[in-house]
């Protein structure tokens, strides 16, 4: 699928969600002046992430950093790339969303801003 995803899209950047989950993994794809908006509510996270954080009583913040909670890849593409690139993986069989936007930097703020929309 990403094979695919390439010949038809301009994909700006890949990053695969391991650990240090979104809050870690995201911005080393990103340019110094670029971070990342998440809508946090525009996926579900799979039973077992919500599984670990009851019985470890973890705070969201903590899933978020620690695992994927369910974002396995994220791919930046340009905004108005966006649908295309989720139909062509939906085609493929791939679980995709658009989960969230690419956004100036501040200054002295995280890259990754974890946001339910």
């Not at 080393?28 to 579900?44: D, F, K, M, Q, Y």
């Not at 396995?72 to 969303?97: C, F, K, N, Y």
């Amino acid at each position: 699928p990403v094979l695919r995803l390439l010949e038809e899209v301009q994909v700006k950047a890949f990053a695969h969600i391991t650990g240090g989950g979104l809050p870690e993994n995201l911005p080393r794809v990103l340019p110094e002046n670029l971070a990342v908006r998440i809508n946090t509510g525009s996926w579900t996270w799979p039973p077992i992430f919500r599984w670990l954080q009851e019985q470890g009583q973890v705070a969201d913040a903590e899933m978020y950093r620690t695992f994927n909670c369910g974002v396995g890849m994220v791919a930046i593409v340009a905004p108005e790339d966006a649908q295309r690139t989720i139909d062509i993986l939906h085609s493929a069989g791939e679980q995709a969303w658009r989960l969230g936007e690419v956004v100036a930097a501040e200054p002295g703020k995280s890259k990754t801003a974890l946001q339910e929309a």
